[in-house]
T-cell receptor, first 111, second 110 residues
């Protein structure tokens, strides 16, 4: 069945770039998403990419999609302490906004 | 900025009791969803709803679960007879295209 895998933890220094990686299994996924969850909060949509694109940039965020390898990444430039959160990768698989989520990557930003 | 609103934020209930989780989706959205996240596990799809009917549901969404849009603004998830394993964070979402999620309701079944 469909599955999404992410590394569980990433630690970066403030001001550096963060790269969070994700792999997915459903090659028919049309949309892939990144959500952010801060402590005690809900899932905030950060950005998404349509499957016919290989890159999308939105201010400090860059999403790269490698369809051949089913690999998605989120790059955060100039990472700030406010970026500390859990980042979820999700693929839309088999149904409209039927999202399959990864386990989430906890990003820790230190001075 | 429009947002999805869920109430209550926390709900404690006794096993076997019925609970209703409430959601107010973003007003011009037509598609509605429920997801859940058991502590320490992945966020899981439960059900999607469009045009006053369920469009898709997962294996988790058995006969104990139901959804309803009782009026023009609310979207509810009912669990008829709660079990301990229903304890989780329940997220409502709505969309035109990409899904926007609420803050979640933490349900604890004791």
């Amino acid at each position: 069945g469909e599955d999404v895998e992410q590394s569980l933890f990433l630690s970066v220094r403030e001001g550096d770039s963060s790269v969070i990686n994700c792999t997915y299994t459903d090659s028919s996924s049309t949309y892939l998403y990144w959500y952010k969850q801060e402590p005690g909060a809900g899932l905030q949509l950060l950005t998404y990419i349509f499957s016919n694109m290989d890159m999308k940039q939105d201010q400090r965020l860059t999403v790269l999609l490698n369809k051949k390898d089913k690999h998605l990444s989120l790059r955060i430039a100039d990472t700030q302490t406010g970026d500390s959160a859990i980042y979820f990768c999700a693929e839309e698989a088999g149904g409209y906004n039927k999202l399959i989520f990864g386990a989430g990557t906890r990003l820790a930003v230190h001075p | 900025e429009p947002e999805v609103t869920q109430t209550p934020s926390h709900q404690v209930t006794q096993m076997g009791q019925e609970v209703i989780l409430r959601c107010v989706p973003i007003s011009n959205h037509l598609y509605f969803y429920w997801y859940r996240q058991i502590l320490g596990q992945k966020v899981e799809f439960l059900v999607s709803f469009y045009n006053n009917e369920i469009s898709e549901k997962s294996e988790i969404f058995d006969d104990q679960f139901s959804v309803e849009r009782p009026d023009g603004s609310n979207f509810t998830l009912k669990i008829r007879s709660t079990k301990l394993e229903d304890s989780a964070m329940y997220f409502c979402a709505s969309s035109e295209r990409e899904a926007f999620f609420g803050q979640g309701t933490r349900l604890t079944v004791v």
